[in-house]
């Protein structure tokens, strides 16, 4: 028993990441259930032959003391024959009454698309069929809540997300990369060597404008916005809500310093939820974060 308490005296707990001014200190509140709920917190981390994935979802401060349930989600799987990675992040838009259930299904209808597409022998870059997908699926969600069929605008009110999805496929030059965007979610690829972070994405602003608005599922933009590239060793791709994205910003301050050096090999799992919930004045949104770094990278 000393023995036990020895060596229980020799762990200690995990002190909060401060960044420059952190915010305020408080115990989170439990959320009300507001058209769907989900934990706090939820991460994710698994290889393949090829690749490495880890992902952390985490409720912000503004949630925590509100009661409000965490309006971000991602989901990951592989698809077994091709050895793909399909992933999605997104992010509910605040005034949807359902925004949880918003993203959570927007993620899990564009996994499912882009997975059929691998599953019929197609590359699985349909994004617009995709994209159509998701929009039914969240038509389906805001019929079934509201027990009757809604018009664009009821959808909209209900479960408006954001969306990020896209594939990690094993090529014979590198991991081949595809995503598409719909809303201010955002993805990178980290240069180690540097390191740098570059945008796959226009920025929220555009000079001095910054933008009032964001297009969101249901409703699609003119223009899909899609990304095709490679990932090589030396490179992490990231997919990121703007609860990460705002105080990464261009990835040369305080934030960018701390992701660039603890994702310079794959956390665990814990470690990156860990590592996103770091406390800094003024932000204080959900954070959502996946990663992807091709397997040689992995120790």
Known sequence: MQHVRRQADRIQAWQRVVID???PEFEP???RVLGGTCPDSECDGWSTAEVTLRSASLRGERHRYYRLPRQDATCAVVHEGTGTVVFAVADGVSAATAATVGAAEACRAAVWAIHAQLDEGRPGNDF???VGYAVETLHRQAAAMLEQEPDLAQVEELVATT?????ARPGAEGVEISLFRVGDSGAWVLD???PRFH???GAKTEGDVVATSVTALPRVPRKLEQCFGKLVPGQVLLVGTDGFGDPLGDGDGQVGALFAEHLAVPPSPLWLAHLLDFSRETFDDDRTLLALWPRSEAR
């Open 192 to 194: 180690l060597a540097r």
């Open 199 to 201: 945008p796959l994405f």
């Open 163 to 167: 969306l990020v999805a896209g594939t």
């Open 29 to 31: 509140t439990p959320p």
């Open 21 to 23: 001014i952190p915010g």
């Open 128 to 130: 617009p069929a995709v």
